[in-house]
C-alpha cells in the first residue's frame, strides 16, 4: 500500500522550532515533487512549500519565507520541513503530500496524487 506518514508536530512555544518528516512507503519518491500543506480550525488548506523531484527548486508561501525551510533526502525516501521562529498564527495540522511530476508549479492542491495523514503543530506559550 502505498502512503505517506508525516511526523514531528508537537507543542511548542513561540519562537520555538520543529522539524517535520513525511516517510514515503510502497513507491519512491524520487520523481515527485513533494509538498506542504497546513489548516488551521475553520479555514481552508493552504500550501506552505514544495520541493523539486531533485530538490533543484523550491516554494514557500510569503507567510513561512525566512523561517521554513523544505528539504528532502530521496535514499531515505523522506522529506522534511523545518520550522523555525514559529508563530501561534502557525497552529494547524500539517500535511505532506506528493506528485508525480507535476504540471504546474507550485502543484495546485488538487494535482496531489498522494497525501499524509497530517500532523498536529501547536505554538503557544
Known amino acids: 500500500q502505498s502512503q505517506l506518514v508525516e511526523s514531528g508536530g508537537g507543542l511548542v512555544q513561540p519562537g520555538g522550532s520543529l522539524r517535520l518528516s513525511c516517510a514515503a512507503s510502497g513507491f519512491t519518491l524520487d520523481h515527485y515533487i513533494i509538498g506542504w500543506f497546513r489548516q488551521a480550525p475553520g479555514k481552508e488548506r493552504e500550501g506552505v512549500s514544495c520541493?523539486?523531484?531533485?530538490?533543484?527548486?523550491?516554494y514557500y508561501a510569503e507567510f513561512v519565507k525566512g523561517r521554513f525551510t523544505i528539504s528532502r533526502d530521496n535514499a531515505k525516501n523522506t522529506g522534511y520541513l523545518q520550522m523555525n521562529s514559529l508563530k501561534p498564527e502557525d497552529t494547524a495540522v500539517y500535511y505532506c503530500?506528493?506528485?508525480?511530476?507535476?504540471?504546474?508549479?507550485?502543484?495546485?492542491?488538487?494535482?496531489?496524487?498522494?497525501w499524509g495523514q497530517g500532523t498536529q503543530v501547536t505554538v503557544s506559550s
Open positions: 503530500a506528493a506528485v508525480y511530476l507535476g504540471s504546474s508549479w507550485p502543484p495546485l492542491l488538487d494535482e496531489y496524487d498522494y
Open positions: 520541493i523539486s523531484s531533485g530538490g533543484g527548486s523550491t
